[in-house]
């Protein structure tokens, strides 16, 4: 990945990037007071799964014994006695989440104290088959399972901001547009002309060119945003911009 997609200069305000963060909206979710909370928080689990799943493979589990204990971890701890005692102070999100898995798997060695499937809890509806063969193309031997874990979670969080660009672009009803110029998102090189590009489209290559620019700007600042949620003081963002770009990048 090139460093233009994560450009200082892209960043919104601080205002509007740290109004809500993933922290208050586990905490929130902890309270089990609010309906919109515990969807966010779903969708939260939704997003950052894979990473702690991928993990716990990397440590030794089995396929169905790992989604069982990220399925615990998520429909008991993270939303009772584990978030009861978080403090958004001490670490980064990711690392909170790493840390309860690693407690979870601690506490449950026996297998028969785990959450299983259909247990009597609410299980959030996850693609496990997908994960695992996402799982099965991770090199073998490269990563250790902190490192598998970190990887995961840099892709999960530029995968989020992604589809929550394609998102806009087709609210806005310009998903063709998106599907045409979404090569050059990540400052890929352009093999494509701007002219094929501004045919398919029917518009001008100067608009073509301008439409990529505003992609591009908006896709950093989207990403940056994601980064941004995962933080509780703003003043650590640029020093988890770098931390990505060399988790990627590595």
Not at 47 to 54: E, M, Q
Not at 93 to 112: I, Q, T
Not at 132 to 157: M, V
Request: aromatic share 8%; glycine share 6%; proline share 4%.
């Amino acid at each position: 990945m090139s460093a233009p997609l994560l450009e200082k200069d892209s960043a919104p305000s601080a205002g509007s990037r740290f109004t809500t963060t993933h922290w208050s909206v586990v905490l929130a979710a902890g309270s089990g007071d609010s309906p919109q909370a515990t969807a966010a928080l779903e969708q939260l689990c939704r997003t950052y799964w894979y990473p702690l799943y991928a993990f716990v493979r990397r440590r030794g589990l089995s396929p169905e014994d790992a989604q069982d204990l990220v399925q615990e971890f998520f429909a008991r701890r993270l939303a009772k006695d584990y978030v009861a005692r978080a403090d958004p102070q001490k670490g980064k999100f990711r690392s909170f989440l790493l840390a309860g898995v690693e407690r979870l798997l601690c506490d449950e060695r026996d297998k028969a104290n785990r959450l299983k499937r259909g247990g009597g809890q609410t299980v959030i509806s996850l693609d496990a088959q997908a994960a695992e063969d996402r799982y099965r193309l991770e090199p073998a031997d490269e990563h250790t399972p902190e490192q598998l874990y970190e990887r995961s979670w840099a892709t999960a969080l530029l995968e989020r901001a992604a589809r929550r660009l394609q998102e806009e672009y087709a609210a806005a009803g310009k998903a063709e547009l998106f599907e045409q110029l979404t090569e050059f998102r990540l400052d890929v090189a352009e093999q494509r002309a701007y002219a094929d590009v501004a045919a398919r489209l029917g518009l001008s290559e100067s608009a073509v060119k301008s439409a990529i620019h505003r992609l591009r700007q908006r896709h950093q600042e989207l990403v940056r945003e994601e980064i941004a949620q995962t933080l509780a003081d703003p003043a650590e963002l640029e020093e988890e911009v770098r931390y990505l770009l060399r988790v990627i990048g590595g």
